[in-house]
Structure formats: C-alpha cells, structure tokens
C-alpha cells in the first residue's frame, strides 16, 4: 500500500514555479522520501530523494517539512517538457521495492 | 550519462508463447528489477535480483515468470506461456548501491502485446 498522498493533477503557467506537495505522514525515522516522473509511457525518471534536509540539484528542489510528515518538490522555472506524472515515493521494506500510486499529473500551461 | 537499455522497444507474441525481455543495466550496478505498466494504470513492482538470485518478489510474479543474468551484462525476463494480460509495458531498473545513497535508473521499456 502507499505510504504517500498526493493530489491527482496540477496545472502550472510555463515559466513560473511548480509546486507538488506529498504526504507521509506515517514516514520513519530513517525512511527516505523519492521523486521521480513518468513522461506519458517513458521509464520513471529520477529526479531527487533526501532524508530531513532541503536538498537541491539541477532538475528540482525538495523541502521536507521539520517533522518530516510532508514533502514539496519544487521546479523552479517550469517547461512544456516538465508535463508528466509525478511521484513521490517512500520505499518499502527497507528501501527494496518503490510502490508506485497515482501520483500528481502535472500540465505546464504555455 | 549511463543508461538501462531495453531491447526489444515493441514485442508483439501470440498466447500461449514463451517471451524473453532483455536488459542490459548500468555496468557498475548490483540491484536489478523488473516492474510492469498496464495501459493507463499504475507502475508495478515485479520482481528484484541480487547476488545472482531473486531477493523479492511480487504477487503477479509466479512461476509464468523468471529472470536470468545469464552473462553478467544481460538482465533478462521470461514470460513462459504468455496471456492477453500480460500485455503491459514492462521496465527494467538497475541501481548501483544501498538506496539511500542512489535511486533506481529505469531503463524505457518495452511493450508486449500478446494477441
């Protein structure tokens, strides 16, 4: 079963931040959270993953709140390219399989 | 940037017949997996490998499927006796160490249609 809760679909205008929030509530201590996204049939794409601390690459940020219950990744300057579903992902047992929901549909609106 | 190549990119079997997904994961990589997508649902866990043998796997996977890393490059899935419903896109990952330290790297996929 998930352990996260995300929002169906989001839109976003081309050029402005997108903002995809995730819940899990029910993470532990030392469980890491995922992103990764799927570009209509293409293979998940990773895009970030981190434990407490903010962390930031070239795709994407990811800021996890201080009781590590919800997560947003951020795109700063969304594109076109950036529309697919996203996930945010909690492994289980121990980090061995990725159980992927629904995820957030995001559509980036020119 | 390394990848997880997948060949063939479309299969197309008729049921009842045995068909062989090939991968070829990342070089330097340990942990290797196989997940499906039926059309328009959700990404499925099928089955793990390491240290040469199955270390999880799930409830679609029984004994219709196996996996094989025949030459230490190749990273294969068999579907025995195939059926309409295991027409699926099917996606092999491949990741190089504990996963906190590393995601998986999916690999494009390929699509098998059984007619």
């Known amino acids: 079963d998930a352990k996260t809760t995300q929002p169906t679909s989001m839109d976003c205008a081309e050029g402005r931040a997108a903002n995809l929030p995730c819940n899990h509530s029910?993470?532990?201590?030392?469980?890491?959270v995922y992103w990764y996204r799927q570009i209509h049939s293409q293979g998940p794409q990773y895009i970030i993953h981190g434990l407490k601390n903010n962390e930031t690459n070239e795709m994407a940020s990811l800021i996890i709140t201080e009781d590590r219950k919800s997560s947003t990744l951020i795109l700063p300057h969304a594109t076109l390219r950036d529309t697919a579903v996203y996930y945010c992902i909690v492994p289980i047992r121990a980090g061995n399989q990725f159980y992927f929901g629904t995820g957030t549909s995001l559509t980036v609106i020119p | 940037e390394p990848e997880v190549t997948q060949t063939p990119s479309h299969q197309v079997t008729q049921m009842g017949q045995e068909v062989i997904l090939r991968c070829v994961p990342i070089?330097?990589?340990?942990?290797f997996y196989w997940y499906r997508q039926i059309l328009g649902q959700k990404v499925e866990f099928l089955v793990s490998f390491y240290n040469n043998e199955i270390s999880e796997k799930s409830e679609i996977f029984d004994d219709q499927f196996s996996v094989e890393r025949p030459d230490g490059s190749n990273f294969t899935l068999k579907i025995r006796s195939t059926k309409l419903e295991d027409s699926a896109m099917y996606f092999c990952?491949?990741?190089?160490?504990?996963?906190?330290?590393?995601?998986?790297?999916f690999g494009s996929g390929t699509r098998l249609t059984v007619v």
């Open positions: 070089s330097n990589h340990l942990y």
């Open positions: 990952a491949s990741r190089a160490g504990v996963l906190r330290d590393y995601g998986y790297t």
């Open positions: 029910t993470i532990s201590g030392n469980e890491y």
